[in-house]
T-cell receptor, first 114, second 112 residues
Framework: DAGVIQSPRHEVTEMGQEVTLRCKPI?????LFWYRQTMMRGLELLIY????????DSGMPEDRFSAKMPNASFSTLKIQPSEPRDSAVYFC????????????FGAGTRLSVL | SQKIEQNSEALNIQEGKTATLTCNYT??????LQWYRQDPGRGPVFLLL?????KEKRKERLKVTFDTTLKQSLFHITASQPADSATYLC???????????FGQGTTLQVKP
């Protein structure tokens, strides 16, 4: 398996623009997680899905953030409108419940909002 | 709310020595605790998991201990190598939901 695949790897945008980050989890995994990592706050969980259904979105910072999982092999995290303070590395991770609680992370998307 | 503390200062050691990293947590005891390794520009990679009823876990040169009384986990790398240089993250799941809370990480530098 290719692992968790995220795109794009880097995104530079201007304040006010819409940003969409994409994630393809490992095939067969039934959980998907979106994290944000900054120097100040470390790695924070934003939202997670189980079987494509959002379970906990308490980490989503504001209404400007939204996440969807239309099917088992694809998820998006959207920021609209983007702000400079959204600049961070966004990670997607997936896991398979039957095989324990190990999460497999993608390489991340480095977002810069100017 | 649950809080995890890892030594924010980088740990510098000589090749061949044992590196020991600390993870302290407050409030509730987690169902299990995990350690991940993160290299620059990459996502975290799972290393070891230890459950609340386990005292110690080993994997090759790695060892994790879990003291629920002290609310602390120690992560050891024996016979350290320069290739072990990375940031190590501690993460816990309070109620076995799969929802992980991560520490800030400790950067380890192993010098040849």
């Amino acid at each position: 398996d290719a692992g968790v695949i995220q795109s794009p790897r880097h995104e530079v945008t201007e304040m006010g623009q819409e940003v969409t980050l994409r994630c393809k989890p490992i095939s067969g995994h039934d959980y998907l997680f979106w994290y944000r990592q900054t120097m100040m706050r470390g790695l924070e969980l934003l939202i997670y899905f189980n079987n494509n259904v959002p379970i906990d979105d308490s980490g989503m910072p504001e209404d400007r953030f939204s996440a969807k999982m239309p099917n088992a092999s694809f998820s998006t995290l959207k920021i609209q409108p983007s702000e400079p303070r959204d600049s961070a590395v966004y990670f997607c991770a997936s896991k398979e419940r039957e095989k324990g609680n190990i999460q497999y992370f993608g390489a991340g998307t480095r977002l810069s909002v100017l | 709310s649950q809080k995890i503390e890892q030594n924010s200062e980088a740990l510098n050691i000589q090749e061949g020595k044992t590196a020991t990293l600390t993870c302290n947590y407050t409030n509730y005891s987690p169902a299990y605790l995990q350690w991940y390794r993160q290299d620059p520009g990459r996502g975290p990679v799972f290393l070891l998991l230890i459950r609340e009823n386990e005292k110690e876990k080993r994997k090759e040169r790695l060892k994790v201990t879990f003291d629920t009384t002290l609310k602390q986990s120690l992560f050891h790398i024996t016979a350290s190598q320069p290739a072990d240089s990375a940031t190590y993250l501690c993460a816990l799941d309070r109620s076995n939901t799969g929802k992980l809370i991560f520490g800030q990480g400790t950067t380890l530098q192993v010098k040849p």
